[in-house]
C-alpha cells in the first residue's frame, strides 16, 4: 500500500516515527513535507497529500498537526477526499469500515506513539464494508459537489 504523508510545524517532530512505522508494516510512505519545524500553513500541506491521494488511486494518506483538527477540515475541502480525525484503534478501524476513510489525521499533542502504532495499523488492516454505507458515503460525495442530501 502506498501513502502519503505531511504535517505542519506541530506535526512535524512525530512525522520521522511515523514513516519507519508505517515502513516496518511493509508499506510505501512518500514524505510531502515540511521539511523542517519551522512554522508553516497547514492548509497547504494538507491541500498537496489530499490531491495526492486523489490522483493516485488506492492510495492513503496521513496528516499530522498539533491537534489534527485543522489538518482534517481543511483536506475535507478537496473532493473525493474523507479525511478523518482519529484518537484510537477503534475510530481509526470504523472509519475505513464504515466512511472508507482515505486520509488518517492526528495530533502530535493529543495522542501517544502506541495509539498512534494502534491507529495506523486498524487503518492498513481495515476494508470499507460497502453495503448499508455504501449510500452514505456517496452521500458525503455529492455534498462535496453541492448535491442535495436527499
Known sequence: MKFYIATDHAGYALKAYVKEYVRSLGHE???L???S????????????CAHKVIEDKGS??????GTGI?????????PGIRAALCH??????????????????????????????????AFCET???GGRHAGRVEK???????????
Open 37 to 48: 519545524a519551522d512554522r508553516v500553513d497547514y492548509p497547504d500541506f494538507a491541500k498537496k
Open 88 to 121: 484510537d484503534h477503534y475510530t481509526a478501524k470504523l472509519t475505513r469500515q464504515h466512511n472508507d476513510a482515505n486520509i488518517l489525521c492526528f495530533g502530535e499533542r493529543v495522542v501517544g506513539k502506541g495509539i498512534i502504532e494502534d491507529m495506523i495499523s
Open 70 to 78: 485543522g489538518i482534517s477540515i481543511a483536506a475535507n475541502k478537496v
Open 60 to 65: 492513503l494518506g496521513i496528516l499530522i498537526c
Open 29 to 31: 510512505i512518500i514524505d
Open 33 to 35: 513535507g515540511p521539511d
Open 127 to 129: 476494508e470499507f464494508e
Open 140 to 150: 458525503i460525495e455529492g455534498c462535496a459537489y453541492g448535491a442535495d442530501l436527499g
